[in-house]
T-cell receptor
Framework: KAGVTQTPRYLIKTRGQQVTLSCSPI?????VSWYQQTPGQGLQFLFE???????NKGNFPGRFSGRQFSNSRSEMNVSTLELGDSALYLC??????????FGPGTRLLVL | AQTVTQSQPEMSVQEAETVTLSCTYD???????LFWYKQPPSRQMILVIR??????QNATENRFSVNFQKAAKSFSLKISDSQLGDAAMYFC?????????FGTGTSLTVIP
């Protein structure tokens, strides 16, 4: 099976812009989670989707949003970008709710 | 608080030697899973080993094994016969179906 894929892999934006990141889970996986990874904070949980429903949300401002489509693909949107949003954004998919498999990440740089 | 603590930000080990990475966690859940993930520099995060909290037997995957102490909420990773390819950031995590909590990682250096 193909692994978790994320697009784009790299992105450069300026403050105030918005960005959309995409994640395609492993075939058959219905759960998709998003994390923000920064050197100082480690992995911070953003949200988790299962069958198009957001089941859980981390402690991030409303500028961070997501959705999941009927084919389990997920998108994450960040509006009004700030310099502090520069990070590696990781997507992870899971099947039986006990293991997450990570994609390569999207590295976002906000200038 | 649902937290994971990795008290060793950096560790080093001689090639072919054994190293143990520490992890403690806090949860009020009774049914959960524990994980160690490895993230090589600029590469993808991959699962190293997984432990079901209801199992007393410690998980083992080739050179990787864990010491799981449920009452103490401790979940350490032992790497035997360390290899150069083991150099990476290692993350400890626990989770249920809906959410996973990660530590801040331990950077492991393998010295030839």
């Amino acid at each position: 099976k193909a692994g978790v894929t994320q697009t784009p892999r790299y992105l450069i934006k300026t403050r105030g812009q918005q960005v959309t990141l995409s994640c395609s889970p492993i075939s058959g996986h219905r759960s998709v989670s998003w994390y923000q990874q920064t050197p100082g904070q480690g992995l911070q949980f953003l949200f988790e989707y299962f069958s198009e429903t957001q089941r859980n949300k981390g402690n991030f401002p409303g500028r961070f949003s997501g959705r999941q489509f009927s084919n389990s693909r997920s998108e994450m949107n960040v509006s009004t970008l700030e310099l502090g949003d520069s990070a590696l954004y990781l997507c992870a998919s899971g099947s039986h709710q006990e293991t997450q498999y990570f994609g390569p990440g999207t590295r976002l740089l906000v200038l | 608080a649902q937290t994971v603590t990795q008290s060793q930000p950096e560790m080093s080990v001689q090639e072919a030697e054994t190293v143990t990475l520490s992890c403690t966690y806090d949860t009020s859940e009774s049914d959960y899973y524990l994980f160690w993930y490895k993230q090589p520099p600029s590469r993808q995060m991959i699962l190293v080993i997984r432990q079901e909290a209801y199992k007393q037997q410690n998980a083992t995957e080739n050179r990787f094994s864990v010491n799981f102490q449920k009452a103490a909420k401790s979940f350490s990773l032992k790497i035997s016969d360390s290899q150069l390819g083991d150099a990476a950031m290692y993350f400890c995590a626990w989770g249920t179906g809906n959410q996973f909590y990660f530590g801040t990682g331990t950077s492991l250096t393998v010295i030839p």
